[in-house]
DNA sequence: ATTTTCTTTGCAAACGATTGCGGGAATGTT
DNA sequence: AACATTCCCGCAATCGTTTGCAAAGAAAAT
């Protein structure tokens, strides 16, 4: 019941706190007889450190926090996978926060981040966020923060993201290359830096071909639901020959409207997503997807915070994942 | 950089740190002027409390580990929704671990927990977990466990999860009423209490109508992979006419095999899962299911460990949650 | 034999907050 | 005017661990 402390040990063994704290440290100072008494003591007593009590001495305290705006089934799972990935032999621990997309909830985070005096702080920003006031006030507080998926470029905080504009421009170049020339575009929220990202890597491709970007080829929802009212509409249109999403979670409303309306993938439509990979995969037939992995994700980012904990801020500020395509049997060729 | 603690406030105004102290807390010791004072000074300072050393000095820690074996894109991120949920208004922060399925991560992890003493565990037991030793080692620790999901029915644990004996009759049940006599049950591990549990649901359906169950038309996998492989078999005998899937996973593989199979729902097949409701919801045709709501267990589950917390394990050992059918049409009648 | 060096250990403060106890001043009661 | 209450506040210990410094004893060097 009652916790064991170095107290206790010490007591047991007639030597003093400091003694029996270093020889469990394996300290220089202390014999080897003396650590191998107080180990084996420790042992017999079944002794667990009060890591509160260590880290509050040292003035750390050994945890991480993850906050996420939302639960998203198709990244969010691979990305805290990453995550502890990373994590596993470091001496973090990892908390996490949601801010359900909300600012206010979202300063309140960071606050009990200060308060909890995490070591480093991996955030992805709400939707609603346009300031970067309390991410500064994290770092004016000691703390590390890397911001990832949902960055402000302009802001001059550490972040990491995939690179965006290049992630479209392949998966739309396939589609090119496939001779498709009607493509239509689905992305979403125009607000965020990603979706203006890709929108870029789609328009790219059209510039670089010298045509003309059709605006009304370019679908931005601000939640996939407005999907099931769209897309009836693109698909009917017979010069529509091929799909870019931007996202899973796009392509998972995409794919299920063409199936509503009876197209076959790819001899009706074809499809092309930048994808974590999971639902391409597992669909029928599978689709041709650029690689947006979750779980590189979640790894690349806590190693890079982990690293820059460890060098304080050392690091550069933006760091670029690239992506590869990934060809299945969504697109289908067709004569230019 | 320098944090500001309760005792510069004690020199800035010329009064104790217990003063401090009190004032900040609302202590009715202490006058509302010198409230005033304190409160005041506290917020031009930016004064921030200092959890570790609060928690450390009272001998809590705020802290609510959630242990999970693996992390399911259909289950865990609403699940985690309904933890947020539930710990919204409460003083408990949320760390979480992954025991990746494996026995020595998860005493590994628990080993932690005790380190960190937090003050109650919400775990899933990984597949290959038979012994509760660890479990019972938590709570000879003085923290509160709640076991969900995978638990062991047999032990003396504190336990939440919903009934699955009725949540499978349900289904199978659905199916029998529209004529459905061979029927698959697609289950998974069959080491695991929640299988044989709903495995048991299925059988039930049968014997209450007097009829044998064939047992190769139960079907189990340790990774729904395997589904890829079996279920043409079993698709292609053209007396099957439904298929119960106990599972998100399992039904997401199903589906995709029939389409493989270019066989159409409910026409050619009859189909009831047990789900959360997003895949079926979003699938066309929509899937008629049992709700299992990942969310509505996370949230119970917290919000009891909570109340064990705070009435220090006076409730009852075990806790189960209801389910209901979800009509839609995946299930087509057929003369008996 | 004296000094120096090295090895091994203990003393006590510190980290930041909370809290039981005691006491001085102000107020109230006869 | 003497006493009892009440109101505010400070003292000092405490939580469990780490760590700078001192020190005691043994070994080595002179």
Redesign the pocket.
Known sequence: MK?I???DL?ELL????????????D?????????KRVRDAAESMN????L???F????LSGLIALVLPEMNMFYTPSFIDGVNKALEDSPYSLVIFQSNNDVKQEKNIVEQCIQWAVEGVLIALSKNTTSVEHIQELEFAGIECLLFDKILSESQLHSICIDNVKAAEKGVELLFEHGHRNIVGIFGNRNLNITKERVMGYENVYIKHGLPVSYNHVVTVNEPEQLDFILPFILESSKVTGIFTMSDELLFYTLNNIRRMNLRIPEDMSLVSISDGILPNQSYPKITYVKDSGEKMGKSAMDTLIRQLEQKGASSKLTILSTDLVENHSVRSIDV
Do not use: G, M
């Open positions: 916790r402390t170095i107290k010490s007639n030597v003093s706190t400091s003694t029996i704290s270093r020889a469990l440290n300290h220089p100072d202390i014999s080897d007889a003396t650590k002794y667990k450190a009060n509160q009590a260590r509050f001495r040292k003035k």
